[in-house]
């Protein structure tokens, strides 16, 4: 037998050992059952139904900066093509790995076009209030869907 052989030989009981400890660990019957549609899913840095229900809800506006791991979605300015002497910007922030309402915050700014330059003009709370409620709603739908 040459000196090579000798040495492969406790590399290879090493290995079956090592093989037979992880297979008889796997013998084991019951296994945990995976909850698909948990409220609290990661598998980027927040809430996935939160943070796909509010890529949706603002979807119709140019985004400026997306960061799933920090959870914030900014919009560049979008001027609708009906009323296009106001323009509104968006910034939605998941706070949370929960499905919750407190784990949600949006911010809008809004202008106005005064002699061809724009001036900060006031939001209506419930404009932001209307976006939450969008953004929620879709993201329980999500949930649901998995679910199904």
Do not use: H
């Not at 909850?35 to 506006?61: E, H, M, P």
């Amino acid at each position: 037998m040459s000196a090579f052989a000798n040495l492969r030989r406790p590399a290879t009981i090493a290995v079956a050992i090592a093989a037979s400890l992880g297979i008889a660990a796997c013998g084991g019957r019951e296994r945990p059952e995976a909850d698909l549609a948990a409220a609290q899913v990661t598998t980027i840095g927040v809430n996935s139904y939160l943070w796909r229900a509010a890529l949706d809800a603002v979807s119709f506006a140019p985004l400026l900066q997306v960061d799933s791991n920090g959870g914030v979605i900014v919009t560049d300015w979008y001027a609708n093509p009906n009323n296009p002497g106001e323009r509104v910007k968006m910034t939605v922030t998941i706070l949370d790995s929960d499905l919750r309402a407190d784990a949600l915050r949006v911010a809008a700014s809004r202008q106005v076009s005064q002699s061809g330059t724009w001036v900060d003009a006031p939001v209506q709370a419930a404009t932001v209030q209307r976006l939450e409620d969008i953004i929620l709603t879709k993201a329980r739908e999500l949930r649901r869907e998995a679910v199904s």
